[in-house]
């Protein structure tokens, strides 16, 4: 399978470091052609400009060889930590300038003849691992856990993804050695499930 696996996190001894590149391994020692994209190491501008809004095309190297990728993806995995309930910045530029209108979705007439969103890509699957140092309780009950929204109902939905799971691990801040690779095998287990889908 064709997978494109996200980084978001700027510390390299991170958690977040240490799962995706766990990720990476399994899925290059399984066979899979893994597209590993590191978007801090790549200096990934998050930033959408006047002209790349109003164009719908971008100039950018980074962004065009992202769009290109996803058009042969089977499955996007995205590794993130929780800051102010959404992804870091630099992720949510990701959103804004690689799944583009035209590019990742379109808006038009569907096969059963409604109108609506039309994904544009083959992905079959999103999987979103994320941290955080909220206990997933407090997540859920005072907070609506509003990451689980933007994943699984705004970009899933979106872009018309018909598999998506978000697994959060958490508390990050005061957790075991045991504790984290007690994750990290949880993460490589859901990975092994969910890319049959």
């Known amino acids: 399978m064709n997978i494109h696996l996200i980084l978001a996190h700027p510390y390299a001894k991170s958690f977040n470091h240490g799962l995706a590149e766990a990720l990476y391994t399994q899925l290059q020692h399984q066979g899979h052609h893994v597209h590993f994209h590191d978007l801090y190491a790549e200096g990934f501008h998050p930033t959408l400009t006047a002209t790349e809004l109003g164009s719908d095309l971008?100039?950018?190297?980074?962004?065009?060889?992202?769009?290109e990728e996803l058009k042969t993806t089977d499955s996007i995995i995205v590794v993130h930590p929780n800051w102010w309930g959404q992804p870091p910045a630099i992720l949510k530029g990701w959103l804004d300038r690689v799944l583009r209108n035209g590019t990742a979705y379109r808006f038009g007439v569907r096969p059963d003849g409604s109108h609506g969103l039309i994904g544009m890509l083959p992905v079959q699957s999103l999987?979103?691992?994320?941290?955080?140092?909220?206990?997933?309780?407090?997540?859920?009950?005072?907070?609506?856990?509003?990451?689980?929204?933007?994943?699984?109902?705004?970009?899933?939905?979106?872009?018309?993804?018909?598999?998506?799971?978000?697994?959060?691990?958490?508390?990050?801040?005061?957790?075991?050695?045991?504790?984290?690779?007690?994750?990290?095998?949880?993460?490589?287990?859901?990975?092994?499930?969910?890319?049959g889908k």
């Open 58 to 67: 971008s100039q950018d190297p980074l962004v065009l060889k992202h769009q």
């Open 127 to 195: 999987l979103v691992f994320t941290t955080s140092n909220t206990p997933q309780a407090s997540e859920r009950e005072e907070w609506n856990d509003p990451l689980e929204a933007i994943w699984t109902r705004y970009v899933a939905g979106f872009c018309c993804i018909p598999y998506v799971r978000r697994t959060n691990f958490s508390v990050i801040i005061s957790s075991t050695p045991e504790q984290r690779a007690a994750w990290i095998q949880e993460a490589l287990d859901i990975v092994n499930a969910s890319l």
